[in-house]
């Protein structure tokens, strides 16, 4: 990424050093471990001051863990159930059963792909209507059968195309609203890239919303904003600064419950360690919630987002 | 001394008036031209006749005040938090800041928000009533918009009756950006409990239900009824053309095609709209 250039001429060096080292036979382990840990140090800086738009392009990185690189290494005994039993199954959405240490879950997710031929068989994790119908016939199993819910959005909005007019994705994001915020048991809700607008939202009523530390999650995406209030594509990255997408101003204003740490660098250096801290954020909000009734995990879902929204009251 | 409520409802009659005539374009003069046919038409005849086109039948949009006066019985609305009002908390500023943007939003329409709530009586029968404005920073729906519809839920649950809302509104308001989409949720949730409860809700889409809304309480009715060719959907058309590379079909996203489609329980024309609404009140309240 453009804002990691620095670190270039550094990982040059390091090269350098190690052909020098083996062609003329010389250690040079010292120079290499001090230039590898100037890296270190300098990658760590960069990352403590990212922009709101740099924070963005990290969400959006090409090698970023995708649901299905994440599941195997949180869970067990995946089985990936299909189709919304009425029109199709969309591809861009992810959902089936598993075991997250022994404890049966049900998983739905967005899914985008890891290289241009998967992207375009996911859509770029772009759902249709079929995609939420299927994630809520999913959950309304889960429901059923009393297994908790857990959702990972990546998506940069639901497909802007045709079928999402023809079959009222609107209609399907609308009714997965409503009907997520009376399941009677835990729905946690992890946002790994992008938690864009009402595609994101679609599973995204959660008992607890956890955010990766790099992830994003807006009403819409800079470059659209950009060009519909500034009348300007190029002002993205203010508009970026503007909508408060990142996980600490989301945290702040209580939109999100938790964010998870990212390996340095970002969670596509390492998907391990990545998968490894959503598991344990999953099973300790899992704990939390599974002391709550059923009748308090509506409430305590329905309080949650009912005191979002700031406004002020004028008193006669 | 005059109260704040007073002086609030005196500034909003003196608007109302003044908006009423400007947007009917009569600077002097008693002649407008019809949006959809271009068709000259008599201003008072276009009043006379809801302000639909006599000659295309084209609905013209409406302001809330205008909808509530064909809509709720004479004298038997009673406003809900009228004085919640919208702030900028982020802050915001686009092309101004979005602080500036209320304001000049309220003296163009002399409303405070993009959504009036209440109780009235619909052909006698009491209901919770709800009515959006598209003049009002195009109807984007706000943490105000998403409270006071959730309110209005709340309340109508507390008396028992229905909750009729009409629909006008391009999306989410960008500039409370992530708490706006939150009140997509908190409006759906609390239908769910207005549902628990057995009322019922009646979604009525105008010109235009878009975005957000549309992906929210717009397609949660129990009956879903729409004016005739009001655009209802949710990617704006110009994104779907840019997306699909191909021009869009004619009556794409109206109210017709999505009828078409299933989505949409029936289309009303403006003038038969209370008599449809006080049919639907007394299938769903009568015991």
């Given at each position: ?169 609107a ?146 | ?166 629909n ?37 889409c105008?010109d235009p239900t878009m975005?957000?809304?549309s992906?929210?309480?717009a397609m949660?009715?129990?009956?879903i009824?729409s004016?005739?060719?009001a655009l209802v959907g ?19 996203q109206r109210a017709?095609f999505v009828?078409?489609?299933?989505f949409m ?23």
């Amino acid at each position: 990424m453009e804002f990691e250039k620095p670190l270039l001429s550094l990982f040059k060096k390091v090269d350098e050093l190690k052909k020098i080292s083996k062609h003329d036979k010389i250690d040079l382990s010292q120079e290499i471990k001090a230039l590898e840990e100037r890296i270190e140090h300098q990658r760590r800086d960069i990352y403590s001051k990212l922009t709101p738009i740099q924070v963005v392009q990290i969400s959006r990185h090409v090698q970023r863990p995708t649901m299905l690189d994440l599941v195997p290494r949180i869970f067990t005994d995946f089985l990936e159930l299909h189709g919304d039993r009425n029109f199709a199954d969309d591809p861009a959405m992810v959902g089936g059963i598993a075991k997250l240490d022994g404890t049966s879950v049900v998983i739905v997710g967005q899914q985008k792909g890891n290289n241009t031929k998967e992207n375009i068989y996911r859509r770029w994790g772009m759902a249709n209507p079929e995609g939420y119908r299927k994630a809520l016939r999913l959950m309304q199993m889960a429901d059923q059968f009393n297994k908790p819910i857990i959702t990972f959005i990546d998506i940069a909005g639901a497909y802007p195309g045709i079928a999402g007019e023809e079959r009222s994705v609107a209609e399907a994001i609308a009714r997965n609203l409503r009907e997520m915020s009376s399941f009677e048991v835990p729905i946690i809700v992890v946002i790994t890239g992008e938690g864009g607008s009402g595609g994101a939202l679609g599973i995204g009523v959660g008992n607890k919303v956890l955010m990766l530390e790099f992830s994003i999650y807006s009403v819409i995406s800079p470059e659209g904003c950009a060009s519909i209030l500034f009348r300007d594509a190029t002002k993205a990255p203010f508009a970026a600064e503007e909508l408060k997408l990142t996980a600490p101003s989301l945290l702040e204003m209580k939109v999100i419950d938790e964010i998870i740490k990212e390996p340095a660098g970002g969670a596509h250096t390492n998907v391990d360690v990545t998968a490894k801290n959503i598991k344990a954020a999953l099973l300790k909000n899992l704990a939390e919630l599974s002391q709550l009734s059923k009748s308090d995990l509506v409430e305590q879902r329905y309080k949650r987002f009912r005191g979002l929204g700031i406004f002020e009251e004028l008193s006669l | 001394m005059k109260s704040i409520h007073d002086w609030f409802k005196q500034k909003q009659e003196e608007k109302e008036l003044k908006t009423r005539t400007e947007k009917l374009d009569i600077p002097g003069n008693l002649w407008v031209k019809c949006f959809k046919c271009k068709a000259t038409i008599y201003s008072k005849d276009l009043e006379a006749n809801l302000k639909v086109c006599t000659k295309c039948g084209y609905h013209f949009r409406l302001t809330s005040s205008e909808r509530l006066k064909l809509t709720a019985d004479e004298d038997s609305f009673t406003e809900y938090d009228s004085l919640v009002l919208s702030k900028d908390f982020l802050p915001f500023t686009d092309t101004m800041p979005y602080a500036k943007r209320l304001e000049e939003a309220n003296k163009k329409t002399g409303l405070n928000e993009a959504i009036i709530t209440g109780e009235c009586k619909i052909g006698g029968n009491k209901t919770g009533i709800g009515i959006m404005d598209f003049s009002f920073i195009g109807g984007s729906l706000g943490s105000v918009v998403g409270e006071k519809v959730t309110r209005l839920i709340e309340r109508s649950i507390e008396e028992k009756v229905p909750v009729i809302i009409f629909n006008a509104s391009g999306g989410a308001r960008m500039q409370e950006a992530i708490m706006s989409l939150m009140q997509m949720v908190k409006t759906s949730a609390a239908l769910a409990k207005l549902k628990k409860a057995g009322l019922p809700f009646i979604s009525v889409c105008t010109d235009p239900t878009m975005a957000g809304v549309s992906a929210s309480y717009a397609m949660l009715g129990d009956i879903i009824i729409s004016e005739p060719d009001a655009l209802v959907g949710f990617a704006g058309p110009r994104v779907i053309e840019q997306t699909i590379k191909q021009k869009l079909p004619p009556g794409f996203q109206r109210a017709e095609f999505v009828l078409e489609h299933g989505f949409m329980d029936m289309i009303v024309e403006r003038k038969a709209i209370k008599d449809t609404l006080v049919k639907m009140i007394r299938f769903f309240m009568e015991k």
